[in-house]
């Protein structure tokens, strides 16, 4: 499987922002990124096309994160803005669907390559 290296979470006050970043060692149809906390299981935040760039986000986050693509150093970033205390958790990227759509977010089996994870914390 590919390997996929997070980075740049760490700590904020709501209403912060920090951009997390996906390098990949290859090429990858679809991208997503997930979350997991102590009190959730993994949660879909956000997927890119690579092809497309369509993107698609979770409810939770949508006009808050955006999730974006640099084609030419093989990474994935995700903006996220307004942060919130229930934003709090480890981050991951991942690779491996074929195809893309809104129900990938609720389907982490889907993915095949995962990274180790980016932590963020969101204090009040």
């Known amino acids: 499987g590919q390997q996929l290296v997070e980075s740049g979470g760490g700590s904020v006050q709501a209403g912060g922002s920090l951009r997390l970043s996906c390098s990949a060692s290859?090429?990858?149809?679809?991208i997503g990124w997930f979350r997991q906390s102590t009190t959730q299981g993994r949660e879909g935040v956000a997927i890119i096309s690579t092809t497309t760039h369509t993107t698609w986000y979770a409810d939770s986050v949508k006009g808050r994160f955006t999730v974006s693509q640099d084609n030419a150093q093989k990474t994935v970033y995700l903006q996220m803005d307004m942060l919130r205390p229930d934003d709090s958790g480890m981050y991951y990227c991942a690779t491996g669907p074929k195809f893309g759509g809104v129900t990938l977010l609720r389907d982490p089996s889907a993915f095949d390559s995962w990274g180790r994870g980016t932590q963020v914390t969101v204090s009040s």
């Open positions: 290859g090429y990858s149809k679809y």
